[in-house]
């Protein structure tokens, strides 16, 4: 099982939809929480950290349960330009960051 | 927010070369940077951590000899791969945090084409 998994996607909407993205985690002593945009053959930018009392940016709602080890991301109002795909980061205060495998969103006029 | 430059963008060299890629901290110190591989529709795979003043900390399966990493200062790390092969071309990206856990600031990344 790897240590950090996304929804596989890829995830295909229309413009204004709203779509959630799941992320577990496996290490328990894990202590940070991110979501990263990345854009097709660029580098990963910050996108939002996770909080466990939730946070939002605009359009953007990302969520951390620790009981259950899960983070979500929740884009509203989904743009052409929210298309790229999302990575999920842990993070554990040694240092150590690990990544999901992406999942994939396009929106569509 | 942090700024983390890397270059060059892109490279293109015969087989058999080496190529250094270096990666900077512009406006923090970084103790510790990270190198990352990435293939085409694939995710980020982490080849090793660069630490400063000492021997970098190479992933499983990452040949130490064949990408080497000098991180000499706080604000400089230089990934060498070396006698490249086609095999070895790729999208390389470094990352450092202002501390270790916090959230990791990218450099834009080293496309390398190997003929």
């Known amino acids: 099982r790897k240590e950090v998994e996304q929804d596989p996607g890829p995830f295909n909407v229309p413009e204004g939809a709203t779509v959630a993205f799941n992320c577990t985690y496996s290490?328990?002593?894990?202590?940070?929480f991110f979501w990263y945009r990345q854009d097709c053959r660029k580098e990963p930018k910050l996108l939002m950290s996770?909080?466990?009392s939730g946070n939002e940016d605009g359009r953007f709602t990302a969520q951390l349960n620790r009981a259950s080890q899960y983070i979500s991301l929740l884009i509203r109002d989904s743009k052409l330009s929210d298309s790229a795909t999302y990575l999920c980061?842990?993070?554990?205060?040694?240092?150590?960051?690990?990544f999901g495998d992406g999942t994939t969103l396009t929106v569509k006029p | 927010g942090a700024v983390v430059s890397q270059h060059p963008s892109w490279v293109i060299c015969k087989s058999g070369t080496s190529v250094k890629i270096e990666c900077r901290s512009l406006?923090?110190?970084?103790?510790?940077m990270f190198w990352y591989r990435q293939f085409p529709k694939q995710s980020l795979m982490l080849m090793a951590t660069?630490?400063?003043?000492?021997?970098?900390?190479?992933e499983q399966g990452v040949e130490k000899d064949k990408f080497l990493i000098n991180h000499a200062s706080l604000t400089l790390s230089t990934l060498t791969v070396t006698s490249a092969h086609p095999e070895d071309s790729s999208f390389y990206i470094c990352?450092?945090?202002?501390?270790?856990?916090?959230?990791?600031?990218f450099g834009s990344g080293t496309q390398l084409s190997v003929l």
């Open positions: 990352s450092a945090s202002i501390s270790l856990g916090e959230k990791l600031f």
């Open positions: 290490n328990s002593a894990s202590q940070s």
């Open positions: 996770v909080y466990s």
């Open positions: 980061v842990v993070n554990t205060n040694a240092g150590k960051s690990t």
């Open positions: 406006d923090f110190q970084a103790t510790t």
């Open positions: 660069s630490n400063e003043g000492s021997k970098a900390t190479y």
